[in-house]
């Protein structure tokens, strides 16, 4: 008997060391310190550290899960919803797995407790639809799930119109109403990644993200098409469009030539391909210096 419990406590010893291991010091350290002395500055460079780490090359598969769930749980634990949120969203979408739907329920209660109703009621009817035989969702839920089934190409457009209410009088776009309308879609996709619209509603949220310059989240929902939807009709598109901005918004030509040569690799076919051809041959050069390189060529052209 002496002997059982001393190997299930060595194998249980072993795993939490692994486990341990997986975080830097740094990180342990600084968590510790919070606790103590919580500031948004330490937040922060909290963050700053886990997403550094998660973005290395070290961390892969289940040691890259656990860390996405050790980062989700501090940050909820600490009462940094923004922050959880990130890391549980990247669970959801990364690691499909048995633990899915208890992870979009804690997703959906995050935004109960933001205050976020309307999003909140969105997830949990789509929960309901991709999840039928939760029972236990559906008594919790209760009176915020329809007994007609939602047509989100319906409620999307009049998110969509929301964004644009204002642009008469005030010449802007509504921002939060364009924020609300991706957290939408991504909710879509989170929840039903398998529905063959799913990267559609991606692409549309990569466009309202893009017309109000947020980049990173532009970029990280085309990225998202790319990685998980390659036979998309518009994944190409997708690419292209990560250059373009890099290259004609952003000025950082060394990434959006990267990009570019990446679009050339993978789609030799594309009629995009001249475009792209072009826009490497004249990437950041003046007007001047473009028309000049023009004259060039049609001289060369009528030798």
């Known amino acids: 008997m002496k002997t059982i419990l001393y190997s299930i406590l060595l194998v249980f010893i072993m795993v939490s060391c692994n486990n341990k291991s997986l975080v830097p010091n740094d990180i342990v350290k600084l968590e510790k310190e ?3 002395s919580p500031s948004d500055k330490a937040f922060l460079e909290l963050n700053d ?3 550094e780490l998660l973005t290395g090359k070290k961390l892969k598969g289940e040691d890259r899960e656990k860390v996405l769930e050790r980062a989700y749980k501090y940050f909820l634990d600490m009462g940094k919803d923004s922050y ?3 890391y549980l969203t990247e669970l959801i979408k990364d690691f499909p797995n048995d633990k899915t739907s208890g992870r979009i329920k804690d997703l959906i209660s995050i935004f ?4 976020n109703s309307e999003l909140s009621k969105l997830m949990k009817n789509l929960y309901i639809k991709t999840y039928p035989d939760d029972k236990d ?3 919790a839920f209760g009176d915020q799930v329809d007994s007609v089934e939602i047509d989100f190409d319906k409620f999307l457009l009049g998110e969509g119109q929301k964004i644009f209410v204002d642009l008469e009088k005030t010449g802007k776009l509504n921002v939060k109403a364009a ?3 991706v957290n939408d879609c991504e909710a879509f996709v989170l929840i039903s990644p398998k529905d063959s619209l799913s990267p559609e509603y991606l692409f549309k949220a990569g466009e309202v993200a893009h017309t109000i310059k947020s980049y990173n989240k532009t970029f990280e929902l085309y990225d998202w098409i790319i990685e998980r939807y390659p036979d998309y009709k518009k994944t190409p598109t997708a690419l292209f469009l990560k250059g373009y901005i890099l290259d004609n918004e952003l000025k950082k030509y060394d990434d959006a030539k990267k990009i570019y040569n990446e679009f050339l690799q993978k789609y030799p ?3 995009l391909v001249d475009d792209v051809q072009t826009l490497i041959e004249y990437m950041g050069k ?3 210096e473009i028309l000049k390189m023009i004259e060039a060529k049609k001289q060369e052209k009528g030798k």
């Open 34 to 36: 919070i606790k103590k």
């Open 49 to 51: 550290k886990y997403r």
């Open 84 to 86: 959880a949120t990130t």
């Open 112 to 115: 109960d407790k933001k205050g």
């Open 137 to 139: 969702a559906k008594s």
């Open 179 to 181: 924020k609300n309308y």
């Open 269 to 271: 076919n594309s009629e």
């Open 286 to 288: 003046s007007d001047e």
